[in-house]
């Protein structure tokens, strides 16, 4: 079985295009990287949803590399709060796919992990609506257009008052104005958007939908045509994380 120390330094013989994202989480063994610093902030924005979402509750993890938000963020809770947690994480890399498996199985969780391509609707069926959707570390790997598409997409992976967690750096250019102005386009309002964290360029999203959600797929029940707005939430084109195609 293949463990994180075992990480390929290139890109993986699976998904040959694609960078590295197996070393990519070795950032996180430094607490003080940029990238730890976001977990941190994502993690408590995961568990400020937990406190404030009574009950059970699905979560959705779109890119979700091995998991160390949500399962980070889990690891700190007893197993009361374990217990109400299901849903799923998509991962295209199989030793992340494998590394996220395991940390599951340590803590009992009634989590899955579904090694898929999330850049197509296909991937969230039966995982979706999901009361916490997770997109970490997605943003600042595609492109402005696809960013749009995602926001509005997104849509159509929460349940009644879903919560998106999101993250998006302050690189040039900086979309963050934009990624806020299309979750409210979206129909979301913004619980709080943390920019420039600890002094690094890292920004962390957290919006609530706030107007009825959408299904998965709704060109399957009601053909559209390719110029209508809702055919842009179908994702016609996937969405393209850096260095997969
Ligand atoms: C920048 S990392 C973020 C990981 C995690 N969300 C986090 O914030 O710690 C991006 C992750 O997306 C995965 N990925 C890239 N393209 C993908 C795709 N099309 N479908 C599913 N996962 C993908 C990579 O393997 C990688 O683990």
Redesign the pocket.
């Known amino acids: 079985m293949t463990s994180v120390e075992d990480h390929r330094p290139n890109a993986s013989p699976e998904h040959p295009d694609?960078r590295d994202?197996v070393g990519?989480?070795a950032a996180y063994d430094d607490p003080e990287s940029s990238l730890s610093v976001r977990?941190r902030h994502?993690q408590r924005a995961i568990l400020d949803w937990l406190d404030r979402t009574p009950g059970p509750v699905r979560v959705l993890?779109?890119?979700?590399?091995?998991g160390?938000?949500i399962l980070g963020a889990l690891e700190e809770r007893g197993p009361q709060d374990r217990a109400r947690v299901t849903g799923a994480l998509?991962?295209?890399?199989p030793t992340?796919v494998a590394i996220a498996q395991r940390h599951i199985a340590r803590l009992g969780l009634a989590l899955s992990v579904v090694e898929?391509?999330?850049?197509t609707t296909d991937a969230y069926a039966g995982l979706v609506p999901a009361d916490l959707v997770?997109l970490?570390?997605?943003m600042g790997?595609i492109s402005a257009a696809d960013i749009e598409r995602l926001v509005h997409v997104s849509r159509r992976f929460c349940a009644p008052a879903a919560t998106i967690i999101w993250?998006r750096g302050a690189q040039d250019p900086d979309l963050g104005p934009d990624i806020r102005r299309w979750f409210s386009q979206a129909g979301f309002e913004e619980l709080s958007c943390q920019e420039w964290i600890e002094g690094t360029g890292m920004r962390v999203g957290v919006n609530r939908l706030i107007t009825p959600p959408r299904p998965l797929h709704p060109d399957r029940s009601a053909p559209v045509s390719g110029s209508s707005p809702s055919t842009a939430e179908n994702m016609p084109n996937?969405?393209t994380?850096k260095g997969?195609r």
Request: proline share 3%; net charge negative; hydrophobic share 40%.
């Open positions: 694609l994202y990519w989480h977990l994502v993890s779109s890119c979700a590399g091995q160390h938000d998509i991962e295209i890399d992340n898929a391509d999330a850049g997770i970490s570390g997605i790997n993250t996937p969405i994380v997969i």
